[in-house]
Structure formats: structure tokens, C-alpha cells
């Protein structure tokens, strides 16, 4: 996620935990020894994604509900008081389209720090250009001339990932479930399938235009044109902003998961969590492993020291891992949430994992905020 460069030195670490029975902010100062835990916030609800604007400070959770539908809530208190920020949020009756789900906010680069932009379920795209007060479609992704070849995944028709590029303002790039990679290079007003050379092994042409099971995609921290995503079908480097993509699964167990994170400051540096397979969704050998490359993707490095290893059948969300920088020394920091409610952090780049917390609902977002 983009950030405001701070003014002042950093005093406070704040993870932002987003799971099926509302959400949690964990406190600690700069050494993340101890953690205070707020919350729940919405406890009757999904908390899909959980975070805190870096310009305006203001907290937003994505809210979804089997009975009550999905809205968003903004607070500017720290949680204390929340109010919905839906205005202009879903479709017109004569659109066909029922907003079925919030999937993920992310804030604009530091140049318009009162813009959002908001992906959901199905396949659509909002920004708001007033810090969430009022929203707008972005209708050339929706009715994009490829539609008719989307399909949905097992969590719907997602508009899951917001990328933006910190170098080129008018360039953002969105993964969506089962369509892939898109690039607006004009700010929203035109989108371009980017899927070459991304497998799509459930479908009769494996490699399609559009089709793929995008699961996750993260930016190089310096090298804007690079791109790495976790599919449905392997993992992949892009050094092109997304027009080829190169296979980087191999030294990995599996080509199947969910999330992958990149560290904050260190470019080739991505880390990722295979699971079986589709129908098998736990990590292999029921041993929790985080893997790590150090040269984008070429070769990878096992990461278990503090990570439970035998009779652990973890599964890992999308939204589920994140990375900060506030070490003095350059190391990451590294968060992964689980779907038994198991949180571990890393305050080494992963070399050493402890359990921050455990016994929450099922994690389905972690975002973590320097404050």
C-alpha cells in the first residue's frame, strides 16, 4: 500500500485484522514485543478488509453479511464512532448487477491523498475522489468487451487486487477472479487484459486472453514495471508492467495458493504460502511453511523456525499477509493470519516466526500501518 512519508520519527506499529466475526487492531511500539488488542469492531459481520488511510488517518472496514448485505464503515476516531460510506456504492436497478460484495480499498498515492478506490463482487471497480464520502463506477472496467469471458471463482466474481503505480500516476492495475490481470494506463478510462503467458489449466485454451484465477499480485518496492502474482495456477514474475509473465513456481511444492506479500524496501524480495491443491487447501505435509525468494522468483528458500510443523493443516487467505519497515536494520517485518485464527509475525524477514495472537475468528485481511 502506498504511504504518506512520515513528518515525524514513528512511534507505533498497528496491524489491522479482518476476520468472520468482525475486526481487531493490535498496538504495539516499535520494538513489537507487546500487543494491545482492540475490538471486535462489528461483530456480527465479515470484516473482508480492514485498514487505515495513511493521509487522513481514517479507519475502513469492508463489511459483508449473508442477511445484511455488504456496506462500508469510516471512522476518524480510531473506531470509537463509525459511519457508512456507501454513497454512490452499488448499481442502478437497470444495470442488472447486485453488489454482492466489498472486497478491498486502497488509497491513491501521496499527490491525491482524498482518493480511494474500492474493488467488489461482481467484477466492478469504485473510486471516490472525496475521501469515501460518495463513490463512482469505474464502468469502462465493468463493461469491459471481455466480460463475457469472465467467470467467477470460488469466492465470486472479485475485484480483489488494487495496484498502483507510485511512479505514473494515471497507471493502475487490478486482479480479478476468474479474469486476471488488467492495466489502465489513463487513469481508469481504458483497461487492457495482461495475461500472456499465465496458465489456466480449468479451461479448454490453457492460455487465454482472459480467464485466469488471479489470487493475489503485489509491486517490486523500486522497480514499478515489476510485477509477481500468486494464481490459481503457479506463480509469476512480470518485468514488463504486466504485459509477460514468466513462471517462477519452481523450487516451490506447489503451484496452488493464495496470498504472496513483497518486502517494503528490498526489491526481488517476495514471499509466498503453497497449499496442496485446489481441492486440497492446506499447506503440504500439514508443515506450516512461508517460502522466500531473495532474487524474484529464481530460487526459494524455506522459512519454518517458529512455525508449527507436523499435524498443521493451515489454510491461508489472500488478504492474510503483509510486511512493514520499521526496523532500523532494514528487515521486514512479516505478518500471516490463518483460517483457525492464528496470527505469527516475523520481525526479521522471516529468518523467525512467533504466534502473535491465537483463538480469533478465521483471518481473511491483515494491513498493517507505521503510525
Known amino acids: 500500500m502506498p504511504g504518506r512519508k512520515p513528518t515525524s520519527r514513528p512511534r507505533e506499529v498497528q496491524l489491522l485484522v479482518g476476520t468472520r466475526k468482525g475486526g481487531f487492531v493490535f498496538r504495539s511500539d516499535l520494538r513489537r514485543k507487546n500487543w494491545k488488542v482492540e475490538g471486535p469492531f462489528f461483530p456480527s459481520w465479515e470484516v473482508n478488509h480492514f485498514m487505515r488511510n495513511p493521509y487522513s488517518g481514517r479507519l475502513f472496514a469492508a463489511l459483508n453479511s449473508a442477511w445484511w448485505g455488504s456496506n462500508l464503515q469510516v471512522s476518524s476516531n480510531q473506531g470509537k464512532k463509525w459511519q457508512k460510506s456507501t454513497a454512490g456504492l452499488g448499481f442502478a436497478e437497470s444495470r442488472g448487477l447486485k453488489l454482492n460484495r466489498i472486497w478491498n480499498i486502497a488509497p491513491d498515492r501521496e499527490s491525491r491523498p482524498d482518493t480511494l478506490w474500492c474493488g467488489v463482487d461482481p467484477g466492478a471497480l469504485f473510486r471516490s475522489d472525496d475521501g469515501g464520502k460518495s463513490w463512482f463506477e469505474i464502468r469502462p472496467l465493468t463493461e469491459h468487451a471481455t466480460r463475457k469471458n469472465w467467470q467467477p471463482g470460488a469466492g465470486g466474481l472479485t475485484v480483489h487486487t488494487i495496484v498502483l503505480d507510485p511512479q505514473n500516476s494515471q497507471r493502475i492495475f487490478v486482479g480479478i477472479s476468474a479474469a486476471g490481470c488488467f492495466r489502465s494506463d489513463d487513469n481508469g478510462q481504458t483497461w487492457q487484459p495482461l495475461n500472456k503467458g499465465v496458465r489456466a489449466d480449468f479451461l479448454p485454451n490453457k492460455f487465454p486472453e482472459v480467464g485466469q484465477c488471479l489470487h493475489r499480485m503485489v509491486m517490486d518496492p523500486k522497480l514499478p514495471e515489476v510485477l ?23 523450487g516451490l511444492p506447489s503451484r496452488f495458493g493464495f496470498p504472496i506479500a513483497g518486502h517494503p524496501h528490498e526489491s526481488g524480495t517476495i514471499y509466498v504460502i ?20 531473495r532474487n524474484g522468483g529464481r530460487t526459494w528458500q524455506k522459512l519454518t523456525r517458529g512455525l508449527p510443523q507436523k499435524h498443521d493443516y493451515v489454510h491461508v487467505f489472500r488478504h492474510s499477509m503483509t510486511t512493514e519497515g520499521v526496523s532500523a536494520d532494514g528487515e521486514a517485518g512479516v505478518y500471516v493470519g490463518t483460517a483457525s485464527g492464528e496470527i505469527f509475525f516475523s520481525r526479521d524477514s522471516g529468518d523467525r516466526w512467533e504466534l502473535l495472537h491465537a483463538h480469533l475468528p478465521a483471518v481473511i485481511s491483515l494491513d498493517v500501518a507505521v503510525i
Open 228 to 250: 509477481y502474482q500468486q494464481n490459481h495456477c503457479g506463480q509469476y514474475r512480470s518485468d514488463d508492467a504486466g504485459a509477460t509473465w514468466k513462471d517462477i513456481s519452481r
Open 274 to 293: 503453497p497449499e496442496i491443491s485446489a481441492e486440497a487447501r492446506y499447506v503440504p505435509e500439514a508443515a506450516f511453511t512461508v517460502w522466500r525468494s
